[in-house]
């Protein structure tokens, strides 16, 4: 069975991220092509970066460290879900990324983001080229929820609508795709 891993990519005070964060967890459950797994990174808690090996090296010292490695090892492919700041990528998602190295690799993944007129698109941009550099395949196929902010209904719950739910099966159906293919590629490539 294929491990998909959805992570959450804010933890800010009344964040929105957590919205699309289960909704994409809800889709993906349907499924019976995959396990899914929502990882919030409000629970897993990781504080900033605290090894001094860099993880390239795989000398894991800190328990929170190593309990990552696995959780993230496992799995054949993820979702990304998003926020853009100021152009760029949200920090506690890139911190949570950049404490491993090859757990990532040969893995593909998928972005839901959202943000202002761009819906986080530039974001994912930047997410790019990280996911190229720790040896990741990142798929055309995502998510936007531009201006996300005019979907709220008075409750202050996004109003998720057809043409986002068709874009969200047409990414999990990639993802798995690709998570297949590399789970194959994986036995070969990372050979000692």
């Given amino acids: 069975m294929i491990r998909i891993k959805i992570l959450t990519g804010s933890v800010r005070p009344g964040r929105f991220n957590i919205q699309p964060a289960t909704w994409i967890y809800e889709i993906a459950k349907k499924r019976t092509d995959m396990e899914v797994e929502l990882l919030d ?20 010292s800190k328990e929170h460290t190593k309990k990552w490695s696995k959780i993230i090892g496992e799995a054949d492919g993820f979702i990304f879900v998003t926020p853009e700041y100021n152009h760029g990528v949200s920090p ?3 911190n949570a990324v950049d404490y491993l190295f ?7 993944v998928s972005f839901v983001s959202y943000g202002s007129l761009a819906g986080g698109s530039r ?16 798929l ?3 998510v936007m929820l531009p201006n996300y902010w005019e979907n709220l209904d008075k409750n202050g719950k ?4 057809d043409a986002q739910e068709k874009s969200a099966s047409a990414m999990l159906d990639a993802l798995i795709f690709w998570a297949k293919k590399m789970k194959e590629a994986r036995k070969e490539l990372q050979k000692p």
Avoid: C, T
């Fill in 158 to 161: 996004y109003q998720f609508n």
């Fill in 41 to 60: 990174l409000q629970e897993v808690n990781l504080p900033f970066l605290d090894e001094s090996v860099p993880p390239s090296q795989r000398q894991y």
């Fill in 123 to 138: 974001a994912v941009e930047h997410w790019r080229g990280i996911a190229a550099e720790i040896k990741m395949y990142d």
């Fill in 102 to 108: 090859y757990e990532w690799h040969y893995k593909p």
């Fill in 140 to 142: 055309r196929e995502q």
């Fill in 92 to 94: 506690v998602l890139k």
